[in-house]
């Protein structure tokens, strides 16, 4: 049986909490993606164009620090990656964090979460932060911890 990571950015408790649902279907670790520097409400004020969100979003080559690492990323054969949409597409932190390992022979599932779009493109935007042997499995957009829809989803990646 594959070992499964679910790791999770969340700015607001939401995209955590259906980690936690996902990691507890599949039998996986869970592993919060932790700022070094938590996001207040006024860095995450998008209306705000120099809020800390808005002027990361708008710096493709901003790599907020992460707090900690996973310990052995080694050990896992599925990857699946969550976070809240921000301006279409994926916090830079999850940029971060695919760019701080090596995910060769392994398999990225990414899942979202947005109060307005879907997933978009923002799966595939991730993958140029990758490198090597990776297998993406299809991407999906979660709103809610709803455990047969969480299990229908991982029946086409695991």
Do not use: H
Request: net charge negative; with cysteine.
């Amino acid at each position: 049986m594959a070992k499964v990571l679910v790791a999770v950015f969340s700015a607001s408790g939401v995209t955590k909490r259906i980690g936690e649902k996902i990691a507890e279907v599949s039998g996986g670790d869970f592993f919060e993606i932790v700022p070094e520097e938590i996001y207040t409400r006024e860095d995450l004020n998008y209306m705000n164009r120099s809020s800390r969100s808005s002027v990361e979003m708008n710096d493709a080559g901003a790599r907020p620090a992460i707090a900690s690492k996973v310990e052995d990323m080694a050990a896992y054969d599925t990857v699946i990656i969550g976070y809240p949409i921000w301006w279409g597409v994926a916090p830079r932190i999850i940029e971060t964090f695919l760019e701080s390992y090596d995910f060769s022979g392994k398999t990225i599932a990414p899942f979202c979460t947005s109060g307005g779009s879907g997933l978009g493109r923002s799966d595939k935007a991730l993958q140029g932060n990758v490198s090597g042997d990776v297998k993406w499995a299809k991407g999906v957009q979660i709103n809610r911890p709803d455990e047969a829809d969480i299990k229908r989803w991982l029946d086409g990646v695991l």
